[in-house]
């Protein structure tokens, strides 16, 4: 059998775009529509912000808000949706209360009109929020014996100190103390349309679905007050922390390095050093650590954005006996995409990666509108990806080596590793300057 050779790579095409439009009503909300035909359904995303919200109070809000409002109880609101085909979701998180729904396209209006009555009139049923606030409070106390869930929030402690980011998950007792009163001023004072932001993409044409949209929502108001973050800290690199998971039989290693937003000049170039990094599978971390060393099945490195600031984040699972050469080559492979330059070939095969990625992300309607949503905010809107296309296109060899070496360098990564300390303290104090997490598991 004869080996062939694989041929070059292809050039990226050009973004294809959808026409959007966008209004912003009398209350503040803004609309943004885009039409995608494909297939006869409609996505929507509300982004209201949520910043500052008493975390308890907003896990359980998210959790409730669905559960019924004056007009329609929880079975009946269900019904409603099931009607149109669709179905309504909410979640939380330290920046924003997003809900989400789909329906059949001739089902818009009433799934806005249902999204509608749910913003301005959830009533919090004392019923539903005891069953949820006891479910929520088992799923906390769950994830608390999950090494994934554990290092994320000892790096979280680490990188953001004082910061509200710094704990993104109520404890149990805590759920357990929230009651409907609570909710019910929490959405009256924060669920508002000022500054919030809904995304419609699907088989309806975009004018139209603006129309609906201020039909359906025009009348949602609140008098709430609206709450800014502070920026995060700076990283405080300073020693490995080490949180200690007695009887654990792998290491779960976790580094934070700060980032740009994706507004910065260097926004485009620090995607493609994060993924000639540790980005995708054909990246130096997965040919170190996975392929060449066999040390852990999926490492990877990815740039996280939040209102407040944005960060890379770096993660990998090993097994205990491996954690202090697995952490050694981690970092090694950060000073080595500081110190010496970026190939041509491995430039280009991230670059048609990323390229390629953002084509995927259009493809459907769901992933679309989530897309929106999130450009949205950043304060940015669709056609931004064009320019962000033709910046990954044109960045140069010398671009994204200066790049990493201004957020990729090891001596300003946050480093936290997870895992039985009886048995790795002794290797890694050999070879890092450690220190224990304060309460032993760092949350």
Request: hydrophobic share 45%; proline share 6%.
């Amino acid at each position: 059998m004869t080996l062939r050779e694989v041929p070059a790579l292809a050039a990226a095409r050009k973004l294809k775009l959808p026409k959007t439009a966008e209004r912003t009503l009398a209350n503040g909300l803004t609309v943004i529509a885009a039409r995608r035909p494909a297939v006869p359904l409609v996505e929507v995303r509300l982004r209201v912000p949520f910043a500052r919200t008493n975390v308890a109070r907003g896990m359980v809000l998210a959790e409730t808000m669905l559960s019924g409002t004056s007009e329609l109880s929880n079975v009946e609101l269900s019904t409603e949706l099931q009607r149109i085909g669709g179905g309504l979701t909410a979640a939380v998180d330290p920046d924003r209360l997003l809900l989400g729904g789909n329906a059949l396209s001739s089902g818009l209006g009433r799934l806005l009109d249902l999204l509608g009555l749910v913003l301005s009139d959830a009533t919090y049923p004392s019923g539903e929020v005891a069953a949820e606030r006891d479910r929520l409070a088992d799923q906390v106390r769950v994830a608390k014996t999950q090494p994934a869930y554990l290092a994320r929030a000892a790096l979280n402690h680490r990188m953001y100190g004082r910061h509200p980011y710094a704990r993104q998950t109520a404890e149990p007792e805590q759920l357990a103390a929230v009651r409907p009163a609570a909710l019910r001023s929490l959405h009256a004072e924060r669920v508002h349309p000022a500054g919030a932001i809904l995304v419609i993409v699907g088989d309806v044409p975009p004018a139209k679905a603006l129309d609906a949209a201020e039909a359906a929502l025009s009348t949602w108001n609140g008098g709430g007050k609206s709450v800014e973050l502070p920026a995060v800290p700076g990283i405080e690199p300073g020693p490995v922390t080490l949180a200690d998971r007695p009887g654990s039989v792998q290491s779960s290693l976790r580094i934070g390095l700060g980032a740009v937003g994706r507004t910065h000049p260097d926004h485009s170039a620090l995607q493609l050093a994060n993924l000639i990094y540790g980005g995708y599978f054909s990246s130096r971390l997965v040919e170190n650590i996975r392929e060449a060393k066999g040390y852990t099945y999926s490492p990877r490195s990815s740039i996280e954005h939040s209102a407040a600031g944005s960060s890379v984040v770096v993660s990998a699972d090993v097994a205990t006996e491996v954690t202090a050469p697995a952490l050694v080559e981690t970092w090694y492979e950060l000073g080595r995409l500081v110190s010496t330059p970026v190939g041509v070939d491995e430039l280009e095969q991230a670059r048609q990666y990323g390229v390629g990625t953002l084509q995927l992300s259009l493809a459907t309607q769901s992933g679309l509108a989530g897309l929106m949503s999130s450009l949205s905010g950043s304060g940015l809107r669709l056609d931004w990806l064009t320019g962000h296309a033709e910046r990954m296109a044109a960045a140069s060899v010398e671009a994204v080596t200066e790049v990493a070496e201004r957020y990729f360098a090891p001596a300003n990564a946050a480093t936290v590793v997870l895992g039985d300390a009886s048995v790795i303290e002794p290797s890694l104090t050999r070879l890092f300057p450690v220190t224990r997490a304060e309460n032993g598991h760092g949350e």
